[in-house]
């Protein structure tokens, strides 16, 4: 088990929808990520925060939006996706900006 | 760019066998250095990483790795393998000069068989 937890871990949408994905963690982290990783392809970080700041932004398009409510919550809003963008969609978590990742299990988005 | 990269695509061997997967990295500076695996249908896990010190790290499972900053490389090491290890590793690394950016290798399918 991992103590990242994103929900849900399964998502449909259609191109019109929006939808949010979640990720919450409980151990003082205060550096959040965003990774998107197709199949058999490794992790791309998309969104970085820090201290609840944006700090990183790989130039991921506008159709995604990250928000950080407080320091234990991450979310992702999804809009006018494309089915491109259909990946798994993982979350993690780290003690400061140098500390090793923790990963959640990832929400597995599916765009129609 | 700063990257790691990972030579083996995919792995087969047999149980009891000794693995090593190979991890370079092109960070100029000091660097962070982790190998994770995942299992099939479960999240990322970290089996190792490296920041300073002994070169020679120790992580969970009975994985080693070792980081020789000559040859740019951390090769993942394992003496005797078995069937649970079968699942995707991949070598991932930082430039610890502040930026917060852990970037992935491309990954490394090992396969053991029974």
């Known amino acids: 088990d991992t103590e990242v937890t994103q929900t849900p871990k399964h998502l449909v949408m259609g191109m019109t929808n929006k939808k949010s994905l979640k990720c919450e963690q409980h151990?003082?982290?205060?550096?959040m990520y965003w990774y998107k990783q197709k199949a058999k392809k490794p992790p791309e970080l998309m969104f970085v925060?820090?201290?609840?700041?944006?700090?990183i932004n790989e130039s991921v398009p506008s159709r995604f939006s990250p928000e950080c409510p407080n320091s234990s919550l991450l979310n992702l809003h999804l809009h006018a996706l494309q089915p491109e963008d259909s990946a798994l969609y993982l979350c993690?978590?780290?003690?400061?900006?140098?500390?090793?990742?923790?990963f959640g299990e990832g929400s597995r988005l599916t765009v129609l | 760019a700063q990257s790691v990269s990972q030579h083996n695509h995919h792995v087969i061997l047999s149980e009891a066998a000794s693995l090593e997967l190979g991890c370079n990295y092109s960070?100029?500076?000091?660097?962070?250095l982790f190998w994770y695996v995942q299992y099939p249908g479960q999240h990322l896990q970290l089996l190792l990483k490296?920041?300073?010190?002994?070169?020679l790290v120790k992580g969970i499972k009975g994985f080693e790795a070792e980081f020789i900053k000559s040859k740019f490389s951390f090769n993942l090491r394992k003496p005797s393998v078995q069937w649970s290890d079968t699942a995707e590793y991949f070598c991932?690394?930082?430039?610890?000069?502040?930026?917060?950016?852990?970037?992935f290798g491309t990954g490394t399918k090992l396969q053991v068989i029974p």
């Open positions: 925060y820090s201290y609840e700041k944006l700090s």
């Open positions: 490296y920041f300073s010190g002994d070169p």
């Open positions: 151990m003082g982290h205060r550096a």
């Open positions: 991932a690394g930082r430039d610890s000069g502040g930026y917060q950016k852990v970037t």
């Open positions: 993690a978590s780290s003690h400061g900006t140098a500390g090793e990742l923790f």
């Open positions: 960070y100029g500076g000091t660097v962070n």
